[in-house]
C-alpha cells in the first residue's frame, strides 16, 4: 500500500471548518484514500473513503486532486467532538487486500 | 453503520495469566477479521488476521504461541493473550469487514478496544 504523509497536528475554532490534508505521492490507480478517526481510548470509526472523484457524506467531505496524488479530509462546521487523531489511509483494492495500515495521522484539537 | 462489539473494555490481570479477548460483528457476518495492538501515543499496529475456519496469520515480530487467535464463526474472533507480562499492557482493538460486501469497497468496522493492564 502507498505512504501517505500527514501534519503531526492541527487546531481548528469550534464552529469553523477543519481542512486536514494528506499527501499520497506514490499512490496507484487502484488504490482508495479512505479516512478514519480516533477519538481518545476509543476504537478507530470510518469516516469516507473515494478513488478519484470528490466524496461527501453526512461525517465530512473528501476532495481529492486531479493527479490524486493529495486529499483533503473536511469537516465543515467542527465541534469540539471532533477531536481526535485522523487517519489517511490508502488502500489496495481486490481480494486479499482489506488490512489497513495506520501511519500517525494527525491530532485535530478544536478549540472552544 | 455495521457494529462491531469487543469484550471486555478492561481488564487487569496478573503477571503469568491468560486473557481472553471476544470481538464480534452483531449484524453481519465477518470471514475475516483482525487484530490490532496500541501502545500509549503510538498508532494501531496489526498483529494478526484472523480467518473464519482457518489459521491466523501473524505479522512479523508476532509470536503465535503467545497471542492465540481462534475464529470459530463468522460472528466471533476471540485473541487470547497468554502468560501476560506487563510489556502486554496495551490497547486492543479489533475490526471486520462484512463477508457480504467484500466485493465491493467497503469499510472496515472496528470495536471499541481492550485495555489490558498486566500486574
Avoid at chain 1, 478517526?37 to 470509526?45: A, K, N, T, V, Y
Avoid at chain 1, 500517525?104 to 472552544?112: A, E, M, N, Q
Wanted: charge should be positive; glycine fraction near 6%; proline fraction near 4%.
Amino acid at each position: 500500500d502507498a505512504k501517505t504523509t500527514q501534519p503531526p497536528s492541527m487546531d481548528c475554532a469550534e464552529g469553523r471548518a477543519a481542512n486536514l490534508p494528506c499527501n499520497h505521492s506514490t499512490i496507484s490507480g487502484n488504490e482508495y484514500v479512505y479516512w478514519y478517526r480516533q477519538i481518545h481510548s476509543q476504537g478507530p470509526q470510518y469516516i469516507i473513503h473515494g478513488l478519484k472523484n470528490n466524496e461527501t457524506n453526512e461525517m465530512a467531505s473528501l476532495i481529492i486532486t486531479e493527479d490524486r496524488k493529495s486529499s483533503t479530509l473536511i469537516l465543515p462546521h467542527a465541534t469540539l467532538r471532533d477531536t481526535a487523531v485522523y487517519y489517511c489511509i490508502v488502500r489496495l483494492t481486490g481480494a486479499g487486500s482489506y488490512q489497513l495500515t495506520f501511519g500517525k495521522g494527525t491530532k485535530l484539537s478544536v478549540i472552544p | 453503520g455495521a457494529v462491531v462489539s469487543q469484550h471486555p473494555s478492561r481488564v487487569i490481570c496478573k503477571s503469568g495469566t491468560s486473557v481472553k479477548i471476544e470481538c464480534r460483528s452483531l449484524d453481519f457476518q465477518a470471514t475475516t477479521m483482525f487484530w490490532y495492538r496500541q501502545f500509549p501515543k503510538q498508532s494501531l499496529m496489526l498483529m494478526a488476521t484472523s480467518n473464519e475456519g482457518s489459521k491466523a496469520t501473524y505479522e512479523q515480530g508476532v509470536e503465535k504461541d503467545k497471542f492465540l487467535i481462534n475464529h470459530a464463526s463468522l460472528t466471533l474472533s476471540t485473541l487470547t493473550v497468554t502468560s501476560a507480562h506487563p510489556e502486554d499492557s496495551s490497547f486492543y482493538i479489533c475490526s471486520a469487514r462484512d463477508s457480504i460486501r467484500l466485493r465491493g469497497n467497503t469499510e472496515a468496522f472496528f470495536g471499541q478496544g481492550t485495555r489490558l493492564t498486566v500486574v
